[in-house]
């Protein structure tokens, strides 16, 4: 069967972009791939975090997958920390990419901003350990936004590097797979930028444990524009904030853009908003109240992350020891 890698940081609250641009989707991948979904702590310490809020906020992730309906008896869901191989394949491809790949990673560039002088070796290097943690699950397919697939392409290229250098082809080149509407859910203060845990403003995303109260109010104070909504998406062009909206509703509803300004051509903002507010509740309902009961059991929540890694180590265990051969190390 083919084979899935994705992951996500524990590093905030989840949110409405992480569950309609992936974790959604991840639930839907699952009858059809082998699947492995990570919390991806290792990623998170690029930036410094918190010791006690990042252990809460790795439950709280694994919560959230399980509440969102992936099954983790059907598929491994761990945390990247407790694979070893992980970051010894990440020094591995370290040697192995180039700095002027790096160099080009568009989003290393806009999380450090004027300050890359200061940013840690992580950040900067972290696209190798995303390329570690796929290839050394040999996996064959890679969920991604379209803001991630150049750390994808450099995945395929440090792979393609490795089995020149090596005259082997031990490592797949992963495909990516993308999906439809709102795959990048965008901020509900900005349309132009990614909704995100980072965000200063709070009223800039909804988050997966909001209550219907603060949903309907994130999303009545969302901004948007004076004119009406029009009748095709194709009217939506150079409105940011209007295209966002009707985006999530489109992809909450599981429907195209086209067909929810059909329901809505002609009308003001304030009749949708109260309908999208309604909507995200119905749907985000059900997954919120399982995802806090999850949350008041962190017995189960561990005994799914312990058991999903014990999983991961028996995969990752043969790659990495058939990398440390090709490369000549020699294993007593």
Known sequence: MKRIFSGVQPTGNLHLGNYLGAIRNWVNLQNDYECLFCVVDLHAITMWQEPDELRANT?????????????????????????????????????????????????F????????????IGLYAYPNLMAADI????????????????????????????NNDFATDFFPLPEPLIFGEATRVMSLKDGTKKMSKSDPSDLSRIN?????????????????????????????????????LVGIYAALDEVSSDE???????????????????????????????????????????????????RARELAEPTIREVQDIIGFLRA
Not at 109 to 120: F, Q, W
Not at 138 to 149: F, I, L, M, S
Not at 221 to 240: C, H, I, M, Q, Y
Not at 287 to 304: A, C, F, S
């Open 135 to 162: 290839l050394l699950y040999r996996a064959t397919h890679v969920p991604v936004g379209e803001d991630q697939k150049q750390h994808l392409e450099l995945t395929r290229d440090i792979a393609a590097k490795f």
């Open 109 to 120: 560039k806009e999380k450090a901003g004027k300050h890359k002088e200061n940013a840690s």
């Open 208 to 244: 997966m444990t909001d209550s219907a109260e603060e949903i309907a109010k994130k999303i009545k104070k969302a901004r948007t524009d004076a004119e009406p909504l029009p009748d095709t998406a194709k009217g939506l062009e150079g409105r940011a904030e209007a295209a966002n």
């Open 59 to 107: 439950r709280e992730v694994t919560a959230g997958l399980i509440a969102a309906g992936i099954d983790p008896k059907k598929n491994i869901i761990f945390n990247q920390s407790q694979v070893a191989a992980h970051a010894e394949l990440a020094w591995i491809f370290n040697c192995v990419a180039r700095m002027g790949w790096l160099n080009r990673m568009t989003q």
């Open 260 to 310: 929810v300004l059909q329901q809505f051509a002609g009308q003001g903002f304030a009749g949708f908003k109260q309908q999208l507010a309604d909507l995200a509740v119905a749907k985000l309902g059900p997954i919120q109240d399982e995802m806090r009961r999850l949350m008041g059991d962190t017995t189960h929540v561990d005994q799914v992350l312990k058991d999903g890694s014990e």
